[in-house]
């Protein structure tokens, strides 16, 4: 993915320029910084939640600003979970992409194992406690297999035993698909832990 050029305003203020960047295809990206450097800006800009700025994005070298959303998710800081079980909200993005009821029980299944998240399936997601939303939350993005997982602090403000299984899944399911993963956190130590490459923001710019 080769970002060029990419400027964003707000209220006429310049906050975030970025003059070329590169992710790297089937690695994991971490993006850190003080807080208003612009690093959940920017991940909103290549999730395609922001679409007022300047420059262009080539997620495919071959096409610019064309954004794949069939195969790209986004897990934000605060999650929103339907009202639903918990297994409802696992199961929502493998039942939109019309996945056969066979595989998508065994996918499911397999995410909720593999997160440990059987003992809550049955629940309904939105009573959950932060730590469990989380994992809820990160489970939904990874069932459908997506070849772009953008994480905005996933693991902010949750116990370190859910931080854990976060983070080996994280990691796991990069190497069992090859997806690309941008995570944007605070966290210089977990930046270390999973990441293949460290971005350093600070006043909305890449600093070396």
Known sequence: MFLNNIKKYYNEKLVLVIEMLEIEKGKITGIIGPNGSGKSTLLNII??????????????????????YDTMTLVSQKPYLFKRKVYENIEYPLKIRNINKADMKKKVNRIISRLELEDLKEKKAHLLSGGESQKVSLARALVFEPELLLLDEPTSNID?????????EIVRFNKETGATIIIVTHNLEQSNRICDRIIYLENGRVSS
């Open 160 to 168: 370190p035993e859910s931080i854990k299984i976060l983070e080996r």
């Open 47 to 68: 999730g395609g939640l922001d679409e007022d700025y300047l420059g262009t994005i080539a997620y495919d070298p071959k096409v610019t600003n064309q954004k794949p």
